[in-house]
């Protein structure tokens, strides 16, 4: 932020004649803020600019491994729904083979879904057994060499959403201000920007985490549109389709102190719904509160060597059942009682197209001289409701 290429060349600041700018982008200055920043924002990546206010991206996935259902007396088993049934009526076909999870069996589909149920006979030398609502996964799918191809069985792309939030911060300063000879401060306008500069940064790192989406959903000019803000992560988790209805599909109410136990439970239904794969790229994040548990986890089974100086215990890796490292980042604008694995290669800050962190020079009144820095920011998390995962109410 203090760099001389930054402060003290392009716009107001230079003396010469001919490098005085009305606007200069400080993209490049908000990017390398960022990289810096020990906290969240230096963990996030910088995605490709938006076009519109609404930043929109599409979700594709894969056909599920297993469905939850149950099996009755008679023969039948009965789906709980989890995809559109149409979709159901498509992957889930006749001769499917089924093994509820935990068991020893398999049923067979003996003819195509209707609605949520379908006729199964026992597959190979079981018997047929009732079973409560669990896991069955499709262990098998089986197609005659005589058949026509079977109905696509692709899944419906969903359209996720967020919105663009305007930061601003002025700066202003009179003309014997600026000229004064002050102690220990070279340039007033240099200071305030680098000042209001961070507080941006910080105004960002909060919306990131715990920002609230607001706008209309017509197409009619309003206010809204004008003062929107953008959801953070802690609302993308439980509400990703922002519709105002909390899913909670990867959030655990833990209503106890954080254990061990309790990362590696998120952490498993986060696997379970197919997160944690290959490309994942994930770290916990926490408040200051919650990273001291951490850091104390089992400190009692550690050896110190003999004339160990250190004294505390610090953890920033967290290894889980799974052996997945996890590595612990604080930030202090986490709320406290929440802890987030967050899938870093999932997420990303994306500006606005052409808006992107800059400084321009209002009209000047009298001989006050001032200074508008803004830009417009959203993030993109994706598989929001699969590949990242929330521990809230921790004491």
């Known amino acids: 932020m203090t760099s001389t290429a930054f402060m003290a060349a392009p716009g107001g600041f230079s003396s010469t004649l001919a490098n005085k700018l009305d606007k200069i982008d400080c993209s490049q200055v ?18 490709p600019s938006g076009a519109n206010i609404e930043v929109n991206w599409i979700e594709d996935e894969l056909n599920p491994a297993y469905v939850c259902c149950s ?23 006749k001769y499917t083979v089924l ?10 589909l003996t003819q195509s879904l209707t609605g949520l149920s379908a006729t199964v006979a026992a597959y190979g030398s079981t018997t047929w057994a009732s079973w409560t609502m669990t896991k069955c996964f499709l262990i098998a799918q089986p197609w005659a060499d005589v058949d026509s191809a079977s109905s696509d069985s692709s899944l419906t792309r969903t359209k996720r959403k967020n919105f663009m939030q305007v930061f601003e911060r002025a700066v202003e300063i009179t ?3 600026k000229n004064m000879d002050m102690e220990a401060v070279t340039d007033e306008l240099q200071m305030q920007i680098k000042r209001r500069t961070l507080e941006i940064k910080r105004e960002l790192n909060m919306a990131v985490i715990r920002g609230y989406a607001r706008a ?17 992560i802690i609302q993308l988790i439980r509400d990703w389709d922002l519709d105002s209805t909390n899913e909670d599909t990867m959030v655990i109410q833990a209503s106890a102190a954080l254990t061990a136990g309790h990362i590696n439970s998120l952490a498993y239904k986060i696997f379970d719904a197919g997160g944690l794969d290959e490309t994942a790229d994930p770290i916990i994040l926490v408040g200051p509160a919650q990273a001291r548990v951490i850091a104390a986890m089992e400190k009692d089974l550690r050896r110190v060597e003999q004339g ?20 612990v980042v604080m930030d202090r604008w986490m709320p406290k009682d ?11 800050i994306r500006p606005m197209s052409g808006d992107s962190w800059h400084l321009e020079k209002m009209a000047k009144t009298g ?24 521990l809230f109410d921790l004491s």
């Open 30 to 47: 908000l990017s390398a803020v960022l990289k810096a920043d020990t906290a969240l924002l230096g963990h996030l990546r910088m995605g």
């Open 71 to 93: 099996g009755s007396a008679n023969n039948k088993i009965t789906i709980s729904a989890g995809y559109a049934t149409a979709s159901l009526q498509r992957f889930l076909r």
């Open 99 to 108: 093994q509820p999870e935990g068991k020893e069996y398999c049923v067979q």
């Open 175 to 177: 003309q014997t201000r």
């Open 216 to 232: 209309t959903a017509s197409n009619t000019y309003s206010a809204d549109h004008e003062l929107r803000t953008m959801a953070g």
């Open 308 to 327: 160990e100086r250190t004294v505390g215990y610090y953890r920033n890796v967290f290894l889980s059942d799974m052996g997945v490292d996890m590595p």
């Open 338 to 348: 929440k802890l987030i694995i967050l899938d870093r290669s999932r997420v990303s």
């Open 367 to 390: 001989r006050n001289e001032k200074w508008q820095l803004s830009g417009q920011y959203t993030i993109d998390m994706r598989c929001a409701d699969k590949t990242h995962g929330m």
